[in-house]
């Protein structure tokens, strides 16, 4: 029996591509903390946050967001960056900055598709 090896590399590539787009996904950051919840507001690090509001902490890329409970308790729950970050060819690498979440974010960016017309 004869292996394909070209077929094989083919195989490979996109299996082990399709993996790490998977962990890419799944690994986006999701942290939360219950605070007190006073008038309507989420009482958050000295800060009262309206529900649905966020609060962006630039020094860890994060964004929390305000979410009701009860009369008493609310949650802030946290958007952060994906931990891992793919750029297949011909795309780049671009690490993340400091900023406001989610521009602070590492990224792949890729070139964009010419249209012919």
């Not at 094989?8 to 299996?15: D, M, N």
């Not at 800060?47 to 979410?67: F, L, N, P």
């Amino acid at each position: 029996m004869e292996i394909d090896m070209a077929k094989l590399h083919t195989c490979f590539v996109i299996i082990t591509t399709a993996i790490l787009f998977l962990v890419d996904v799944s690994q986006q950051g999701l942290e939360f903390q219950i605070v007190p919840f006073e008038n309507g507001k989420c009482q958050f690090n000295g800060d009262k946050v309206d529900v649905g509001q966020s609060v962006k902490d630039t020094k860890r890329c994060i964004s929390w967001s305000c979410v009701s409970h009860n009369s008493t308790h609310g949650s802030m729950i946290a958007s952060s960056c994906p931990r891992l970050v793919v750029a297949p060819p011909p795309c780049k690498y671009v690490p993340g900055r400091p900023g406001v979440y989610p521009d602070c974010c590492a990224k792949a960016e890729c070139p964009k598709k010419r249209v012919n017309g």
